[in-house]
Nanobody
Framework: VQLQASGGGSVQAGGSLRLSCAAS????????MGWFRQAPGKEREFVAA????????NYADFVKGRFTISRDNAKNTGYLQMNNLKPEDTAVYYC????????????????WGQGTQVTVSS
């Protein structure tokens, strides 16, 4: 599976962005998908995850109520809708596909996209 993240950009606080993660490969729809982010000087951290059928979603506490993860397996694409963005959301956002293990752990994910920059100004 190869992943390509896109949709990042620069917005003001309170604004919205929608990230996309396009996957190639036949088995994408069997993987849990996750979004992570990494700010300068910080470790990569979990943001959100969704099961392969889309029935269960999980979020980091700091994005609950603001971000929504979704996927369209027919299009081999995942999404992260980000609303009410804050300056502290500034980071490179990565999508990942996971075969097994804890959805919160970077080490559980088998495939990673290249990342897309999100910058939120105050």
């Amino acid at each position: 599976v190869q992943l390509q993240a896109s949709g990042g950009g620069s917005v003001q606080a309170g604004g919205s962005l929608r990230l996309s993660c396009a996957a190639s490969g036949r088995t994408f729809n069997t993987y849990r998908m996750g979004w992570f982010r990494q700010a300068p000087g910080k470790e990569r951290e979990f943001v959100a995850a969704i099961t392969w059928r889309g029935g269960i979603t999980n979020y980091a506490d700091f994005v609950k109520g603001r971000f929504t993860i979704s996927r369209d397996n027919a299009k081999n694409t995942g999404y992260l809708q980000m609303n009410n963005l804050k300056p502290e959301d500034t980071a490179v956002y990565y999508c990942a596909a996971n075969g097994s293990g804890s959805y919160r752990l970077v080490s559980s994910y088998d495939y990673w996209g290249q990342g897309t920059q999100v910058t939120v100004s105050s």
